[in-house]
């Protein structure tokens, strides 16, 4: 995206003494969520959102919470933006897009052009007549996103599995080898802002499948064929594992000068194997300089087009599993929940610290936007672990908050009070936690109240 946002940063009241910065502990700072994780990499954490869900507000919190980047899962597919021909539907995607830009979040476009997921006219149209739709429709939805798209999916899965490393046939291929950067073109010529990939999978590994995507690829960039980046699926399961090559293979692909993403993460299975699975796929992105991202396949179990295979990050309440942990500390991040050591060490503050001791400080960060804006407040305990906090936050008249994660907020309007939830009150000494909200209208002071307990 390259829409230009006012960021203002503010320390207000509470500040911390010099004295409490120098206690903080290794970690301390360390992020809490697979997104702000990722961000100190470099990268972007993301997920496949499906728009019918975005009202369930244990869905829509976890995504909020956790991701930085969303990709939607079929409501920019052929079918369902062009059900009828030259009639273009964009309401499910346009939710799912203008929702993330609100939140701060990337997204990655979900594929132009695919032998899959087609429409009944495209389906049963050949020739000259499905080259002129489908560059008629890599064009119209282009344009009609243009600006709003981080890296877009232009071609999906156009090559056979198995070992021939030829093209898949597909409608599409039988209208001529060069499909895919006309595709390509038509692509850049609409959003040239927008990175342009090749997507596929059974490609995460170098073998005849990936050899042959390798190779094309090569001969766009020497033919200087628009293309930007290259998407590796990462479907995982026990009959197409993660590969042993996988970071090798990722690496060539980034040698030839473009960007590597992961763009479908999910692997069946439970428990430590499956967690260490996702690490080390989570590793093979972090050390590739140029893999921009992780994007997973859905966010809780029960969302995923493999369901049977729990294969996502969340079990089917939202809660996160052993996968979500070994996840975030391969990126550098922890969760907020103390260890049962400092528990029995620091014991109910009742006991043993006057409240008078515990302080703390927000920090505000406001996006702004004509209209709304988005606010990540960074809670910061002082030289005395919390139990809880409460951040009130000034708006001007004519904003409202209308949506909060990771803290309850009293009120919408005038100044909000936004309290702990129950997992993120503890904060130890010097350490942090962010919640944040959105809202409607001007953005609000940058003045925030910290209060301990
Ligand atoms: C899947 C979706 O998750 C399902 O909801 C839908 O029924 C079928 O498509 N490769 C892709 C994705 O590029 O678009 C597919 O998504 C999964 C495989």
Redesign the pocket.
Known sequence: MRRSLAILTVLTSGALTAGAVAVLAPGANAATTLGAAAAEKGRYFGT?V?AYKLSDPVYSGILDREFTSVTP??EM?WDATEPTQGTFTFTSADTIVNRAIANGQKVRG??LA?H??QPGWAQNLSGTALRNAMVNHVTRVATHYRGKIDSW?VV??AFADGSTGARRDSNLQRTGNDWIEVAFRAARAADPAAKLCY?D?NTDGQNAKSNAVYAMVSDFKARGVPIDCVGF?S?FNAQSPLPSDYQANLQRFADLGLDVQIT?LDIEGSGTTQANTYAAATRACLAVTRCNGITV??IRDTDS?RASGTPLLFDGNGNPKAAYTAVLNTLGGTTTSPSPSQSSASPSPSVSQPPGTRSCAATVAINAWTGGFVATVKVTAGATALTGWTAAVTLPSGSAVTNTWNATASGSTATVSFTNVGYNGPVPAAGTTEFGFQGTGPAPSTTATCTAR
């Open positions: 496949a499906a899962e079929n597919k979900h594929a695919w899959s997921q999916d999906n899965e997507n999978y699926q479907h479908e396949w859905g087009w």
